[in-house]
Structures are given as structure tokens and as C-alpha cells.
């Protein structure tokens, strides 16, 4: 019996949340992003930006004039996705940089090679994404949606923090902005069994990586704040979009999804939008910096979020996990 209900509830919640948010967004107007500034001279990293949201905030960017850095596994997939911007905007500054978010020593090399050019980075926007895959491990051990979705992107927005702070000025911060989900609102932390190795449900691993980023971007700007250094944190929630993030979905409802999502979903531009207006607007600096966005707009997170003991030890955990050390963050 207990096995049954920790099989499924997970499955028929997060069911449940994705169709109540897409009621929603369907009845509701789509953000319009308004026109941003140029952004000559700035450089910004976008992980998975081969494909999806994350092609959309790459084109984008470099219709900007951001000079703009892919990082992702598939590299014929970013080959291709550089020549279509570049063929589109004869300008862009674009590259693809191997990044893959499941090895810990990439997320290293990734980092290592990006400094060795000694550019400045304004804007590193963590959106690589995995959902619902079947069960398995990184190359370094973890639970696939916890490893790839949060703790890679937790080592990459580390090693990068001091490029970031060199780079930002007071009314010109620099901007982590991270792409977690509705869904962090039925996640559930696991502290200790983070790599749901006592039990495995892809629906409930999906949701805690996605509240961990969210945690995790709350975290970091509390501490950057402190520390009173020119960079912010927020994360950002895309809405229901049309990519091939579902390709895991069940079977049937893969079908169905198919049929449907060309025309009730966002289109992948539509969920770039606020991704790129809360890492481009100049609206976003002092006050209005940090927090959790969705359609535009600054929102109310859920609880978790705001337990402070949570952030720490979920913080703490992954320091330890990564092999990192606490004080590097006060340089
Ligand atoms: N679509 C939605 O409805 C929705 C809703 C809420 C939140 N989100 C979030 O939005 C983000 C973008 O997703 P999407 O919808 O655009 O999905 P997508 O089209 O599947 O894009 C995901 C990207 O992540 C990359 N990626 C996956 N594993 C990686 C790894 N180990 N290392 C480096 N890159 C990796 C993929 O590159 P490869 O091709 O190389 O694997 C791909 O470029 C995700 O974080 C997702 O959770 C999406
Ligand atoms: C998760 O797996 C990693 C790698 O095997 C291990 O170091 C870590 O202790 C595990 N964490 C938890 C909380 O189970």
C-alpha cells in the first residue's frame, strides 16, 4: 500500500499542478517582453541554450549585442544553433562551448577554459534542464534531475561567482538568473536521501531539483547581498512551453501531449520572455533584484523557500557534496 501511494501521488500532483497551470495560462494575457536596451560589450553564458528556452534567450542576446556562450552537451546541436543565429544576425558573437552538467570535472574544464580567455561575464543564465528521466546516476554519483538541474549548475555559478563580481558595478549588477518551475511548489527536499536512492520517483526528483534551484537562487542572493557585491540572483519560472523537455512523458500521455501542446503550450520565444527580462531590464537593478519570477512579474514563492534552516542545510549539504569551502565566497 505505502509503495503504491509514494509511486503515484507524486505522479497524479505534479499531473495536477501542470494542468491547473495551464488552465491559467491559457486564460491569462502572455508576457510581452518590451523592447531592452543594447547590451554591446557584455558576455553572457546560457547552458542548455542549444534548443528550446534556451536557443530563444541565445538569439535574442546576440540581436543585442550580448557576446554569448552556449554550454551544452550536444555539440552538434550548439554547432547548429550558432550558425542559425549568426545566419540571422550577421553581427552575433556567438560560440558553443562543451559543458556537460552530469561531470562534475566538465562543469571544471567548462570554467577553466572560459577563464583562461580572460573575459568579464555579466550574465550566467542556468537553464539546462532534464525532466522525468528514468532512473539513474551522474558521472559523479547523483540522482540524474539533482545532479544535473541543481548541483551542476550549483559548482558552475560558484566558480564563476568571482568573474561575476570583477564584472558588475553598483547600478549595473551582474545577473545569475536560474530556471527552475512551478513545479518547485510540490517539491519536497529529501536532506538525506538527496539522490532518492531509498526510493525512486521521477516526478518527485524532478520537483526537488527544481524547489532546490529555486532555494538555491534565494540563498545566494541573500548571501551576495550581504557580502554587498554588484551581482544578483533570481529565479525564474518559463510557464507550460512546447520543447522537448516532455520527452520522457508516459507513453499515452506523450501522445496526447504531442497533438495538444502546438496549441495550448507557450512557444519556446514566449518562454524566453521572462528569462530575458529579468537578466537584460534595467528595471531589475536595486530593490526590484532577486526573487522568484513568473509572466513579468516578481512572486510569492512557496514556504520552503523562506526556511531559512532548509537554505542552510540544503547550502551546507552541497558545499560538502561539491567539495567546496564556505569562506571562498567571501573573497
Ligand atoms: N518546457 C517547459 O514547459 C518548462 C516548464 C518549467 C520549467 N522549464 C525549465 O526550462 C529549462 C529549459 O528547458 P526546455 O523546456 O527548453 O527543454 P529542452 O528543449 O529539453 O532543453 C533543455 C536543454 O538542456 C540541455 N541539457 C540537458 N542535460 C544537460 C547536461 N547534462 N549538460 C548540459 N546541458 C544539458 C539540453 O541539451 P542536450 O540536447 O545537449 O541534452 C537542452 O539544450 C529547464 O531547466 C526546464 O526545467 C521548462
Ligand atoms: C549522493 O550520492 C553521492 C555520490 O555517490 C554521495 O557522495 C552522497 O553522499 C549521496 N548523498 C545523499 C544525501 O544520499
Redesign the pocket.
Known amino acids: 500500500m505505502m509503495f503504491i501511494v509514494r509511486s503515484f501521488l507524486p505522479v497524479i500532483r505534479l499531473y495536477l499542478l501542470g494542468l491547473k497551470v495551464l488552465l491559467i495560462q491559457l486564460f491569462s494575457r502572455t508576457f510581452r517582453l518590451p523592447v531592452m536596451p543594447r547590451q554591446d560589450g557584455k558576455v553572457a553564458i546560457v ?2 541554450g ?5 536557443y530563444e534567450v541565445v538569439r535574442h542576446m546576440a540581436s543585442l549585442g550580448v557576446h554569448v556562450i552556449i554550454g ?3 555539440e552538434q ?1 550548439g554547432q547548429t544553433a550558432v550558425r542559425k543565429i549568426c545566419q540571422e544576425y550577421k553581427e552575433a558573437k556567438v560560440e558553443f562551448e562543451l ?4 561531470s562534475l570535472q566538465s562543469v571544471h574544464q567548462f570554467v577553466q577554459s572560459f577563464k583562461h580567455r580572460g573575459l568579464p561575464l555579466h550574465i550566467l543564465i542556468n ?5 522525468l528521466v528514468p532512473e539513474g546516476r551522474t558521472q559523479s554519483g547523483f540522482e540524474l534531475h539533482f545532479g ?2 541543481y548541483l551542476g549548475h550549483f559548482l558552475l555559478t560558484w566558480l564563476l561567482l568571482d568573474t561575476l563580481k570583477d564584472s558588475g558595478r553598483t547600478g549595473h549588477c551582474s545577473r545569475v538568473v536560474t ?1 527552475s ?1 512551478s513545479a518547485h511548489s510540490i517539491g519536497k527536499i529529501v536532506l538525506n536521501d538527496l539522490n532518492s536512492s531509498q526510493f525512486y520517483s521521477a516526478h518527485a526528483a524532478y520537483c526537488q531539483s ?1 524547489l532546490a534551484q529555486l532555494v538555491f537562487s534565494a540563498q545566494l542572493q541573500q548571501e551576495l547581498q550581504r557580502g554587498g557585491f554588484p551581482v544578483t540572483s533570481c529565479a525564474v ?5 512546447n ?3 516532455y520527452q520522457h512523458l508516459w507513453t499515452p500521455l506523450r501522445l496526447v501531449h504531442g497533438t495538444l501542446a502546438p496549441w495550448f503550450l507557450r512557444t ?1 520565444a514566449e ?1 524566453a520572455a521572462t528569462v530575458l527580462y529579468t537578466a537584460l531590464s534595467p528595471a531589475l537593478e536595486g530593490e526590484l533584484g532577486g526573487g522568484y519570477w513568473a509572466d513579468g512579474c516578481k512572486e510569492m514563492t512557496s514556504p520552503p523557500t523562506f526556511d531559512p534552516e532548509l537554505q542552510l542545510s540544503l547550502w551546507e549539504s552541497s558545499l560538502q557534496l561539491l567539495g567546496l569551502r564556505w569562506h571562498q565566497m567571501k573573497e
Do not use: C, Q, W, Y
Not at 519560472?237 to 512551453?241: H, L, S
Open positions: 547552458t542548455g542549444g534548443r528550446g528556452i534556451g551544452g552537451k550536444d546541436e559543458l556537460d552538467l552530469a537553464n539546462a534542464g532534464i525532466m544535473v538541474n530556471v518551475s527544481k519560472d518559463p510557464g507550460v512551453v520543447t522537448a523537455l519556446p518562454g
